[in-house]
C-alpha cells in the first residue's frame, strides 16, 4: 500500500490526564487544543511514525482557579513553553501496539512509552477512512522538570508525582 498521512480529528478525539491530589483521589483534566499526524504505510500501522502536540493554554481540570495554577511558572510555565511535543513511533506488540518516542514538556526531552489499542476503521460520511485508537500511559512529572512541590500536614503531596494519560484519537486519511 501507498504511504498514508492520517490526521487527528480533534472533535472526535480527547486527550486527558490524571494526578492524585493530597494522596487520596485523583483529579482529572484534558486539554482542549490539541493536533497530530501518524504517517503509515496504508492501514498498517506497525511502524507509523507519530506526530503530536499540545496546547498547555487549554489545560481544563473544571476549576478555572486551579488551571490558572497549572498554566504558571510553578507548573507548565504555560507562556514559556506553550505546547507539549511528541514524536515517536508505533510498534504492534502481540494484540496490540506501543508508542515509543520522545516527550518534550517545558524545555525537557524524555523518551517515554505509551499502550495503543486499535478501536476500529471506517468511512465517514465524505468518504475519507477513518481510524480510532485508545492511548494510555505515565510518565512521573518531575522527570520533566514539573518540580511543584508541597507536603500537607500529613506529609502528602498535594500533588502526586505520577501522571496518567489517556486518548481516544480518530484520525482520517489525507
Known amino acids: 500500500m501507498a504511504t498514508g498521512t492520517w490526521q487527528i480529528d480533534a472533535g472526535h478525539s480527547q486527550i486527558g490526564f490524571k494526578v492524585k491530589h493530597l494522596g487520596i483521589a485523583h483529579v482529572n483534566g484534558v486539554f482542549n487544543d490539541f493536533s497530530g499526524e501518524m504517517v503509515s504505510d496504508g492501514e498498517v500501522f506497525d511502524q507509523a511514525e507519530v506526530r503530536f502536540s499540545i496546547n498547555v493554554k487549554t489545560i481544563d481540570t473544571n476549576n478555572a482557579q486551579r488551571d490558572e495554577h497549572l498554566r504558571s ?56 477512512r477513518r481510524v480510532g485508537f485508545e492511548v494510555s500511559g505515565k510518565i512521573r512529572r518531575k522527570d520533566f522538570g514539573l518540580n511543584f512541590h508541597l507536603l500537607n500536614e500529613a506529609g502528602d503531596l498535594v500533588v502526586g508525582e505520577e501522571v496518567k494519560f489517556t486518548g481516544d484519537i480518530e484520525l482520517f486519511r489525507q
Not at 507562556?79 to 513511533?89: M, S, T, Y
Not at 506501543?98 to 518534550?104: E, P
Not at 514538556?105 to 499502550?115: A, F, Q
Open 73 to 128: 511558572d510553578l507548573f507548565f510555565d504555560a507562556e514559556r513553553f506553550p505546547v507539549i511535543l511528541f514524536n515517536g513511533k508505533l510498534v504492534h506488540r502481540d494484540l496490540a501496539y506501543q508508542l515509543a518516542g520522545d516527550m518534550t514538556i517545558l524545555d525537557t526531552t524524555k523518551p517515554v512509552l505509551l499502550d495503543v489499542l486499535f478501536t476500529g476503521a471506517g468511512t465517514g460520511r465524505f468518504g475519507e
